[in-house]
């Protein structure tokens, strides 16, 4: 039987749009917390096997981030304390989606408010879920290039130190464990294949 799964918030199904593969339908769903940022709900799923399971879901809005290149193949990186893990991280400039927002327009004010950035050109180079073990985070990621000076105007609640790195350098230390942001190590792993293929 060819049961169609719930589709994640915010958007069409990833990936090559043949329903295969096992699924869950939901037999009761419980709200029960509405926040500024997430929602947390609680369901009850029957897999095809007849089990019931107990599924705890974070909604999120979803959420952009930015490796952005300069001429001197140098990304810049946000360093920021991350409260929920307890420690500051290094991070590509990123943002979650405003209510009904183009994913598009909202890396290009996120890398304005963050970096005082603004590039001429642009490339979504990845199209993820960031938690898919309890969270429908969908993030889009971008290639930023042609940069030029904007206006930087970082959220009240935001405390962010930019600094740039050697993209390679960068992704090297990406892939030897040295970033632990996920969207991180996932866009400068990205960028430094797709612009070394392109020009190196
Ligand atoms: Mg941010």
Redesign the pocket.
């Known amino acids: 039987m060819n049961r169609v799964p719930k589709r994640p918030a915010g958007g069409k199904r990833l990936g090559a749009g043949k329903e295969v593969g096992p699924t869950e339908i939901v037999v009761e769903s419980r709200r029960l917390f509405e926040g500024r940022v997430l929602k947390l709900r609680v369901d009850k799923v029957r897999l095809e096997g007849g089990v019931e399971a107990t599924r705890e879901v974070v909604e999120h809005p979803g959420a952009v981030a930015v490796v952005a290149v300069d001429e001197q193949g140098q990304v810049v990186l946000?360093r920021?304390y991350r409260h929920p893990v307890g420690r500051p991280l290094d991070e590509l400039?990123?943002?979650k989606l405003e209510p009904g927002e183009d994913p598009l327009l909202a890396a290009q004010r996120?890398l304005e408010e963050?970096t005082g950035l603004l590039a001429g050109a642009w490339r979504q180079v990845g199209d993820f879920f960031t938690a898919p073990g309890f969270a429908d985070e969908r993030m889009r990621l971008y290639l930023a290039q042609d940069l030029r000076p904007g206006r930087i105007n970082p959220?009240e609640d935001?405390e962010?130190q930019t600094f740039r790195l050697n993209l390679r350098d960068a992704a090297r230390a990406a892939a030897e464990g040295r970033f632990q942001d996920a969207k991180t190590i996932a866009g400068l792993l990205l960028a430094d294949r797709l612009l070394g293929e392109a020009g190196r």
């Open positions: 946000v920021q400039p990123a943002g996120e963050e959220d935001e962010l």
